[in-house]
């Protein structure tokens, strides 16, 4: 695999920082009143057979139907593909400002886990210059809603999540954000949709959704042969390059320990398949697995790895098929070939810190690890080894 994040439980992954929520109910005592008692036993007595066969006979002709939840796992199936696109930016939103600037470029969407998730490549280029972004959408199979995370070629960082679903052929997304200090709705809405032709608009919100101020809209029109895909750009130095050796098809091998910093010894194996892909040019890369365990289930999740030009440092996002959610990510670079990535998280109601170690990358067998340490980095304890071996 992959980078691993989170603790498992019957193969799938327990994001520790979840809250849970707990609804605590009194019972009110309640004194007889002997007026009540004296009225309710008389209407007992007088309409008895009445009133059961009333309820009979309803019943009899009412059969209730809990309500079929919409499974919208391939809402987004319409959009794998290529397409031109053409899209408007308001340069400084929330203004009063009507300044709009225009694109052209293309976008590639291809398919992840069979449609429940997908990853969208958008370049294009305006009077502002040139724009390269990426969007990886996630369903959540038991909330039945997509989560969308939009990264931007500058940074190399996630956004946001924008989370929604589609209804009757219209998609609307939501979520909360910061613009110039303070914060603002955010909604992005898809519609208009055809074989060969989208619409998109992103639109904030300063007054909670009572009114909204759309400052991006994207139109896309299908390309049949796949000819717009994006061509190289020039090479950028320090380290956007350094996952390479992921590239392509591999076995894989790995041992996770059953539960971590309790003094478990107790490991459990998985063997499977996993396949990294290339996005920007290699400045990026989605990396989808699939491992089985005899002891332990199923596991099928997906890494996305995003460099930042910057910082010239790597952000690693981890996400589990069970949930559709992307976890934060652990941040780090590599140095003589050896690649040190580390992130913050809580397990069991702690915080503590997560290191992924990457090694052997220059060999046909790379090997990774996850450590936990509950003592601020003085000490870690390994909880997941990943030995690859390439497919040729």
């Known amino acids: 695999m992959a980078d691993a994040r989170g603790v498992w439980k019957d193969g799938e992954a327990i994001a520790q920082s979840s ?9 009110m005592n309640v004194k007889p009143i002997r007026i009540c008692v004296m009225v309710c036993s008389l209407a007992v007595v007088w309409h008895p057979l009445q009133g059961l066969a009333q ?9 209730q139907h809990a309500p079929v939840e919409r499974d919208g796992q391939h809402d ?3 959009e794998i593909g290529t397409w031109k696109t053409h899209l408007r930016r308001l340069l400084h939103p929330l203004t009063g400002s009507t300044t709009w600037v225009e694109y052209d470029g293309t976008s590639v969407v291809r398919k992840i ?3 429940r998730a997908n990853l969208v490549e958008l370049e294009a280029d305006g009077p502002e210059g040139h724009f390269e972004g990426l969007n990886l959408r996630l369903y959540n199979p038991q909330s039945r809603q997509w989560s969308l995370n939009f990264a931007n070629g500058n940074d190399g960082t996630l956004s946001q999540p924008t989370i929604g679903e589609f209804k ?3 998609g609307e997304f939501f979520d909360q954000e910061t613009v110039h200090g303070r914060a603002v709705l955010v909604r992005f809405v898809i519609a208009d949709i055809t074989a060969n032709s989208c619409r998109f608009e992103q639109a904030f919100s300063a007054d909670g959704g009572k009114t909204w101020e759309v400052n991006w809209m994207a139109t896309d029109t299908r390309v049949e042969d796949g000819s717009g895909k994006s061509q190289p750009t020039s090479a950028e130095p320090d380290g956007q390059h350094d996952f390479d050796f992921e590239f392509g098809s591999w076995k894989i091998h790995l041992k996770r320990l059953l539960h971590p910093l309790t003094g478990s010894t107790t490991w459990v194996e998985f ?3 996993s396949l990294t892909q290339k996005v920007w040019n290699g400045r990026a890369e989605l990396e989808e697995f699939e491992t089985d365990s005899p002891a332990a289930g199923h596991i099928e999740g997906l890494t996305l790895r995003l460099y930042n030009p910057q910082s010239h440092q790597w952000s690693l996002y981890w996400a589990n098929s069970k949930d559709g959610t992307i976890v934060p990510p652990q941040i780090g670079q590599y140095k003589n070939g050896h690649g040190e990535f580390y992130g913050q998280d809580t397990l069991n109601g702690k915080a503590i810190f997560i290191r992924f170690v990457w090694s052997n990358t220059t060999t046909n067998t790379p090997h990774f690890e996850q450590s936990f340490s509950e003592d601020r980095g003085r000490t870690w304890e390994v909880n997941w080894i990943t030995d690859q071996t390439r497919v040729q």
């Open 19 to 27: 809250i849970d929520r707990r609804f605590k109910g009194g019972v």
């Open 55 to 63: 309820q009979n006979s309803d019943a009899s002709k009412t059969v």
């Open 76 to 78: 987004f199936d319409f």
């Open 113 to 115: 886990w069979d449609g």
């Open 168 to 170: 009757d052929g219209r």
């Open 271 to 273: 063997d499977g398949t």
